[in-house]
């Protein structure tokens, strides 16, 4: 069985392949080679190795869903042509790859109307998540979930809902600074769109305290101490981290 020190050091050497995301490149011969290595790097991780450990099998699924977002932008041929502007096609080996990495549950969709690479809906990390949130690369998946479920629509509510359930079933999670935090800007948003939400604000109110008390010297405390006197005095703070988009 691995000592704790040794599968530190066998995660940071998985998490070094993220040496592989780079800006995107210039030529064709370029993205194709990083198409491949990035593609091998990928079922490399998904692949678990014998005897690995809940921490190691969360973070190699944490890594490949970093390395199923870049290869999702590598699969895109881009051409330019003058008067017609970007060209979008799949990569040949596009239909090779959607087929290989079905099994474990990636799955690439048309192309995404602004980054033009192809649609991919994080599955990994929700898998992460999922089978591991006992793990410390599972909850850092569980923060990254929330924050990618957010849509136009709004999510305090569900930040709310989620993060307090976290918290009550892993309570001394090592990111509990970041959920109560998020989890007070939820709250904060809940109240400053309209101030009808006592409740919200109340919450936000106990929160913000916990973080100055939990944490004093953290950014996290520093932002609660300003927004404290607005939400005692009843008025809004102008919080929207997780209000509506406008768009």
Request: aromatic share 8%.
């Amino acid at each position: 069985m691995l000592s704790e020190r040794q599968e530190q050091l066998d995660v940071s050497n998985l998490l070094s392949q993220s040496d592989l995301i780079q800006d995107r490149p210039t030529t064709e011969a370029e993205r194709s080679r990083l198409q491949r290595n990035t593609f091998q790097s990928l079922l490399t991780l998904l692949r678990p190795s014998k005897g690995a450990s809940r921490e190691m099998q969360a973070a190699a699924l944490v890594e490949a869903n970093d390395l199923s977002v870049r290869l999702a932008d590598l699969l895109v041929v881009r051409t330019y042509t003058a008067g017609e502007g970007e060209r979008l096609e799949e990569s040949p080996d596009t239909s090779q790859v959607r087929r290989q990495l079905a099994p474990y549950g990636v799955r690439y969709g048309s192309f995404e109307h602004y980054s033009g690479a192809l649609q991919y809906d994080n599955a990994l990390l929700q898998r992460a998540w999922k089978e591991f949130p006992d793990t410390q690369s599972g909850q850092r998946a569980f923060l990254s979930v929330q924050q990618l479920n957010c849509s136009i629509t709004g999510c305090y509510q569900a930040i709310i809902q989620q993060g307090e359930q976290f918290l009550r079933t892993y309570p001394r999670t090592r990111f509990r600074k970041e959920q109560l935090y998020k989890l007070a800007l939820a709250n904060d948003t809940w109240w400053s769109l309209n101030q009808t939400s006592e409740a919200a604000r109340t919450r936000a109110i106990q929160l913000y305290e916990e973080l100055i008390r939990e944490y004093p010297a953290s950014p996290e405390a520093r932002s609660g101490q300003l927004k404290l006197p607005r939400l005692k005095l009843k008025l809004s703070t102008g919080e929207r981290t997780f209000a509506p988009s406008m768009e």
